[in-house]
């Protein structure tokens, strides 16, 4: 069952908004490309019975988990909780939000170390996107992630046995 959530109308200012995202993203890139610099970010994964949260983001077309990079004076477990509400609107308390493991991935030569975390709310959680950042945010189940692009950390995680 594949239960979705997209915001179908989208004003001139979200894609203002959309615009600035996927040029500010080209323009990372292209520092990480350069700088060699190492990033550190924390990604969620919310269960809900069988399906799974996947966002994608207004400035890459690959899914992923909701998540981002740790800012100064963070630990990942508070990037994880306010990336989750930002992304989703979801609320989650550190208690619940449990951690997994970290991976490290390296993309244009960049050293990118996410910690992971996962999180199973009881009662189906309410999502709201604001799409300019994050354009679309729906729970898949195993036969449906099957047959759309996923980022590194997700297809690492999603393509392991269980």
Known sequence: MEIKWNNPFKSTIDHAYQLGFRCAYRLAISYWFFSNKTT???QVIVYM???ILLVRSSYRSQFTFPGGYIEKG???IETAKRELFEETGIVANEN???FKEKLTHFNRKRKNINS???FRPTIQPMIRIDNREIIEA???NSQSIEHIALCDTAKTILNRPL
């Open 49 to 51: 019975e069988e399906n």
């Open 74 to 76: 963070e630990t990942p």
């Open 96 to 98: 619940q939000l449990i």
């Open 138 to 140: 729906n729970f898949y």
């Open 40 to 42: 550190e970010g924390a």
């Open 116 to 118: 992971i975390f996962e």
